[in-house]
C-alpha cells in the first residue's frame, strides 16, 4: 500500500475524521426553494391543461426542471429541438404528468444536492489557507514555500501541459511547493456508484501518472477511507500513486 493511502486509511480510523473534515466540507443546512403563488398557479394549470410543447417549455423556463433527465441539458441549449424531436419530448411530458402536481412542485423546490457543491468547498478551503496568484510569471518565479495558481480549470490545465503532463481534462489545482509541481484533482466521494465512480476515476487517472517537471496526486475523502466499504476501496489499497484525504495536503506538499 502506498504511503500517504495507507496514512489516509489510518486516520480516517483514529477518530475525529468527519469533525476535522467538516473544517474544509461544512455540510449546510438544506434550503428548499421557494415558489411564488403565481408560480404554483401556473405550474397547476400548465400541468392539467396544455399540451406537450407548452408543457415542457414552461417547465424549461424554471431554473431546476423537477427531474434529472440527460437531454434537458440540450433541450435548455437548442430550444428548436423540442420541436424536432417529439419522442423524447413525448416520455418527458409523460413524465411530468405521471408525477403530479404534488411530486412536480418537490422536484422544482428540493435542496441542490450536496455533493455538487463539494468541488467549491474544497477550492473556498485551500483559497483561505494557502497563497495564491494569477500571475503565470509569478508563479513560477516565486520562492514562497507553498503556492497556488488561481485561474480557470482550463488555465490550469493548459499551464500543467507546459510542465510536459499533456492533460485532457482540467485539473482542480495546480501548486508550487518547495520549488516542486503537483497537479491534482480533489474530490469528496460519499456513496459508490454514477458520477461518484466518474469522479474518483478521473482523480485516480490523474494521480497514475507521473512526470519529470510535475508530481500528481489524488485529493479524496468521504467513504473511500472506510476499507471494505467496496470496490473503490480495495482500489485504493492496491494503488501505487499519491492519494490522500485533504487533511493531509499541508503534510503532503511539505514532503515535496
Request: aromatic letters at 10%; glycine letters at 8%; proline letters at 5%.
Amino acid at each position: 500500500m502506498a504511503t500517504w493511502v495507507d496514512k489516509s486509511f489510518a486516520l480516517a480510523e483514529s477518530g475525529g475524521y468527519l469533525d476535522k473534515l467538516a473544517q474544509i466540507y461544512p455540510a449546510p443546512p438544506p434550503i428548499p426553494q421557494h415558489l411564488a403563488n403565481d408560480q404554483y398557479k401556473q405550474i397547476k394549470n400548465t400541468l392539467i391543461q396544455s399540451g406537450d410543447y407548452k408543457l415542457l417549455t414552461t417547465f424549461l423556463s424554471f431554473k431546476r426542471f423537477p427531474f434529472n433527465d440527460p437531454y434537458i441539458s440540450f433541450l435548455r441549449e437548442s430550444p428548436q429541438a423540442i420541436h424536432s424531436n417529439p419522442q423524447t419530448v413525448k416520455r418527458l411530458c409523460n413524465r411530468l404528468r405521471e408525477m403530479g402536481l404534488e411530486g412536480v412542485v418537490r422536484g422544482l423546490i428540493e435542496p441542490k444536492q450536496f455533493n455538487r457543491q463539494m468541488g467549491q468547498m474544497f477550492n473556498k478551503w485551500i483559497h483561505s489557507k494557502y497563497l495564491f496568484t494569477a500571475d503565470n510569471t509569478q508563479f513560477q518565479a516565486s520562492k514562497e514555500p507553498i503556492i497556488f495558481l488561481s485561474g480557470t480549470g482550463e488555465k490550469l490545465r493548459q499551464f500543467a501541459n507546459q510542465l510536459g503532463c499533456g492533460l485532457q481534462k482540467q485539473p482542480d489545482f495546480v501548486v508550487k511547493a518547495k520549488g516542486r509541481y503537483a497537479v491534482g484533482e480533489a474530490k469528496f466521494i460519499g456513496s459508490e456508484g454514477g458520477n461518484q465512480n466518474r469522479g474518483f476515476d478521473d482523480a485516480i487517472a490523474l494521480a497514475s501518472h507521473s512526470y519529470k517537471n510535475a508530481v500528481t496526486v489524488a485529493i479524496l475523502d468521504g467513504i473511500i477511507w472506510i476499507p471494505e466499504s467496496g470496490q473503490m476501496a480495495r482500489r485504493l489499497k492496491n494503488f501505487s500513486g499519491n492519494a490522500l484525504t485533504a487533511l493531509l495536503l499541508d503534510d503532503f506538499l511539505n514532503s515535496l
